[in-house]
């Protein structure tokens, strides 16, 4: 399924992450990103890295198997991940967006997928 929307926006800490949608192919899911960021970061010096927590309904969590980041602007980025194995039988994905490095994460508002057939 192409195009599930998401329109998610949520910001933390002067970062801003926007999902406008996912794409679902199989048992492939494409979550497309995009990131704002605080005028003083820029992604070549961006201190954390961008990451997506993806569980299932049923508590089935999925690990990130590819990703794409690049700069659209000085201060914003955009991008895909790609996780892997969505179980058969999911209806509903829950997506934590996060941001972290050694010493700190920064853990933007959960939200929910629906997927329908």
């Known amino acids: 399924m192409k195009g599930i929307k998401a329109n998610y926006r949520d910001s933390k800490n002067g970062f801003t992450i926007?999902?406008?949608s996912l794409d679902i192919t199989g048992y492939?899911?494409?979550l497309h990103y995009n990131i704002q960021?605080?005028?003083n970061y820029a992604l070549y010096n961006l201190?954390?890295?961008t990451g997506f927590d993806v569980?299932?309904?049923?508590?089935n969590t999925y690990e990130m198997i590819t990703n794409l980041t690049g700069s659209t602007t000085k201060h914003a980025a955009k991008g895909s991940?790609?996780?892997a194995n969505i179980q058969s039988g999911t209806?509903?994905?829950?997506i934590t967006p996060k941001l972290y490095?050694?010493?700190?994460e920064i853990i933007f508002d959960s939200f929910e997928v629906t997927i329908t057939k």
Not at 55 to 59: L, P, Q, T
């Open 47 to 49: 201190p954390y890295v």
């Open 28 to 30: 492939t899911i494409n």
């Open 55 to 59: 569980k299932d309904e049923f508590g």
């Open 37 to 39: 960021m605080p005028s």
């Open 91 to 94: 209806k509903e994905l829950i």
């Open 18 to 20: 926007f999902v406008p």
């Open 101 to 104: 490095n050694d010493n700190e």
């Open 81 to 83: 991940f790609t996780f």
